[in-house]
């Protein structure tokens, strides 16, 4: 799962605790995403990661004790940090989360290298969803009332995607991503460059959590500002 080339490994002493509410777990609060554990003094919050929140309970645990292993785990107080160090830790990864932008992007673009193109999401690229981009849709009317996203297109083929993958009122969370082999001639910054230009004339707050220092210097160049590092953390038994 964790590979040098995609994510980035934590490396401080200090804590990852997430500080600031990312919007895949306002999502989930409001019952829009994945599932709420509950118990007393905290809550622990399933859905693309596993939001542990307040502290931790030992009842719950031992009657669930599998909810926090082999799932991408978030801190979201010490208390339950200190806890999850104690455990087998297979690996701990490193992500920024960027405050929301609601505004078009200020990076000055350069043309697309000679035989690439640039389109938003048809019918059509829909319905193939590009490295998995709009399955959190209904369909193409669902997405085009709620989303945006752009492609990048080589001999008709999508090579770059840039496309919200969760709409909850009037946010949208990017997801982004280039085919290996058209790495570094900057696809995913004319996708991320249109979205965020749809998003703007739909009114719609763009959120960006980055995976890696890559990812975290090109939602910077686009306009958004650092808000908050922390730690992802694996558990294997």
């Known amino acids: 799962m964790a ?39 905290g809550a622990i919050y399933k859905t693309i990661f596993t939001y542990l929140s ?29 806890n999850i160090r104690k455990l087998p830790i ?20 350069r043309a697309l290298p000679e035989g690439y193109s640039i389109s938003s999401f048809t019918e059509e690229i829909f319905e193939a969803h590009p490295f998995d981009h709009g399955r959190g849709y209904a369909d193409y009317q669902d997405f085009s009332e709620k989303a945006t996203g752009a492609v990048v297109l080589f001999d008709g083929k999508v090579v770059s995607a840039s496309s919200s993958f969760l709409t909850f009122e009037d946010h ?44 975290a210097k090109m939602a910077i160049s686009h306009g958004f500002v650092p808000q908050a590092e922390y730690a992802v953390y694996w558990l294997e038994k």
């Open 54 to 82: 307040g502290k931790p309970d030992e009842a719950f645990l031992a009657e669930n004790p599998d909810v926090i292993y082999n799932t991408r785990l978030v801190c979201m107080s010490s208390e339950w940090e200190e």
């Open 3 to 41: 590979t040098q080339d995609i994510y980035e490994i934590w490396n401080k002493d200090g804590s990852g605790v997430l500080s600031e509410e990312p919007l895949i777990l306002t999502a989930c609060k409001e019952g829009k995403l994945g599932t709420v554990l509950s118990y007393p003094g």
């Open 90 to 109: 297979k690996f701990i990864l490193r992500r920024e989360l960027m405050a929301p932008l609601c505004a078009e992007s200020k990076k000055e673009m």
């Open 172 to 215: 949208v969370e990017l997801d982004v991503f280039t085919d290996e082999e058209h790495r570094g001639k900057g696809l995913a910054d004319h996708c991320v460059y249109e979205m965020i230009r749809q998003s703007h004339s739909k009114g719609l707050t763009v959120h960006w959590d980055a995976q890696n220092p890559m990812s």
